[in-house]
């Protein structure tokens, strides 16, 4: 028989509800690590290690809460004051980390641009259309996907190439071109060139990645401070209608 009545009975069954909830946020943040996580093994040559830390990150939180959410449902219905008050500490605990997890995600969308440009600038060199490596593999990629040339403008690429060649995949190619295809600096005309670097729509493209780890973290982060209200409500009505003194 449930020791809990009125609006404490009412909280312990809306915190049942609520571990449901978080069983499912879990999921996501697994899903949007992952998925984050995926993109950015794309273009891992040209981002930094701390690009991968906060998906992984979010993945490890992610499967924390399937596994804790046990002691909430659990601790929920049985009305125990220990497993309830496990929760507690340990959603809380992941509230912290979340939060920590969506700051730095909203930090690295700040560093993006600085990180990716000596990224780019430094692979520059290793571009080479001789030997199929995977550096020059991903600069094609990403200058045919986000129709740029270059770090910031196409002169970037005088460094590998001081004849005033450039990469084909800094030109459109010619619908109908037979045979030959020459790309360089001095194509006479630049609609046949692309026209920026790749910094602003690359590092773009990341940074709403990163975004998305943030607010990811800090909207369930946001959710899971109503558990810990909750959890700690219940726990204090357990405690005093077992007259239990202390922690335990």
Known sequence: MSLLTGSANAVKYTLFGFNLIFLITGIILIAVGAG??????????????????????????????????????????????CLVLSFSVMLAIIFILELAAGISGYVLRNDASNLIKNSLTSSLNQYNSDTQNATTKLWDDIQEEFDCCGVSTYKDWSVAFPNGDLPISCCNIPVGAVGTFTCNASMA????????????????????????????????????FFGVIFACYIAREIKIRNGITGFM
């Open 36 to 81: 984050v996580g995926a993109v950015y093994t794309g273009y891992k040559l040209f981002l930094a290690g701390k690009f991968f830390a906060i998906p992984t990150f979010l993945i490890v939180i992610g499967s924390f809460i399937i596994v804790i959410s046990f002691f909430g449902c659990w601790g929920a219905l049985k009305e125990n004051y």
């Open 189 to 224: 005309s630049v609609d046949d060139r692309h026209k920026v670097g790749c910094l602003d729509g690359f590092s773009a493209y990341i940074s709403a990645h990163a975004v998305s780890l943030g607010a990811a973290g800090v909207v369930i982060a946001i959710l899971q």
